[in-house]
């Protein structure tokens, strides 16, 4: 396996293999890698067969976070990171710094996570891809700039790792969706392919920021499956059901638990994110609670 931290390396290393007719794939990830990632490794190498390539890219994007959010705490651990990039046949990680994908940042400091640094980056940088119409809801209205700082990442990952396939896990589903929207828009010849949400036996869904939940809050964190549950068991039973009323329930539900509060809940229509009056059976649910600080995200299809 190699590790790629240049951009120019790896344009270098995609164009030989786009030569050699090599097939690529590209799971785009932050880091501190868990099964759910590991899970997109394995859709991307089916993707392109043994000869293919198979890229996993790591890196904290700054500009996806907003200044007050976790964007230094992130949890980071690229030692254990390249260990199990090893362990599942991953061919390249393309793991480069702040310095490589946002130039402009330098402002003297040296420190890769100060807040300075962070700000740097979100107020020099000026080139943005922006997608208007399914960014606005849900994540969008709770993280104004995040999908901004998404888009634009991932336009750069494919102008940079050059990929025939990229993987993204329905766990973020608005964002997927949206990726999926700025490809066709923007003409990448990319296709995109949206890989099921791994769970822990609990039924919480694996993310990196489940390391935040300590003591009782990792218990208190499968409200959000209790609530997906509920709704489901809601659709499977009365065929249709308000999505209002359903949305009072959700958020009793969820906020039964000492340290939880519900930031949104949304029954909408799973490819084009409208939202819907009526619950049934194939609605998407999506859900956004904080658990103590941590604000955990899920959804499903009904
Ligand atoms: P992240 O490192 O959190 O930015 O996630 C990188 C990619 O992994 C994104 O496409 C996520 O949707 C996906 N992902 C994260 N958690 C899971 C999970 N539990 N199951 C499936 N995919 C996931």
Redesign the pocket.
């Known amino acids: 396996m190699q590790i790629v931290t240049s951009i120019a390396a790896m344009q270098r290393l995609a164009r030989q293999w786009q030569h050699a007719g090599r097939r690529i794939s590209l799971v785009?990830?932050?880091?501190y890698l868990h099964e759910?990632?590991l899970?997109?490794v394995r859709v991307a190498r089916r993707q392109v067969g043994k000869t293919g390539k198979v890229v996993v890219s790591i890196y904290v994007n700054p500009t996806q976070f907003g200044p007050k959010e976790d964007f230094s705490r992130y949890p980071r651990d690229l030692k254990h990171d390249l260990k199990l990039c090893r362990a599942a046949g991953v061919d390249v990680v393309f793991a480069p710094n702040d310095r490589e994908m946002y130039p402009v940042l330098e402002c003297g400091d040296t420190s890769p996570l100060s807040k300075r640094r962070h700000v740097g980056a979100v107020q020099n940088f000026s080139t943005y891809i922006v997608e208007e119409n399914l960014s606005k809801v849900m994540e969008g209205a709770a993280r104004p700039t995040h999908f901004r700082g998404v888009t634009t990442v991932v336009a750069k990952l494919f102008n940079i790792v050059l990929p025939d396939v990229a993987v993204?896990?329905?766990?973020?589903w608005q964002?997927?969706t949206i990726i999926k929207r700025m490809t066709a828009d923007l003409n990448f010849p990319v296709k995109i392919i949206i890989?099921?949400?791994?769970?822990e036996h609990d039924g919480l869904?694996?993310?990196?920021r489940n390391k935040y939940l300590v003591g009782d809050l990792r218990r208190q964190a499968t409200v959000l499956w209790c609530a997906i549950q509920i709704a489901r068991a809601t659709v499977k039973k009365l065929k249709t059901f308000p999505a209002s009323k359903l949305k009072v329930a959700v958020k009793k539900l969820v906020e039964c638990e000492p340290d939880t509060r519900l930031d949104y809940v949304e029954f909408f229509e799973p490819d084009n994110l409208s939202p819907v009056s009526k619950v049934v059976h194939g609605t998407q649910m999506a859900l956004a609670v904080f658990v103590g600080k941590t604000r955990l995200i899920d959804n499903a299809r009904l």
């Open positions: 785009p990830t932050m880091g759910g990632h899970s997109l993204f896990g329905a766990k973020d964002q997927a890989a099921p949400t791994v769970r869904a694996m993310s990196s």
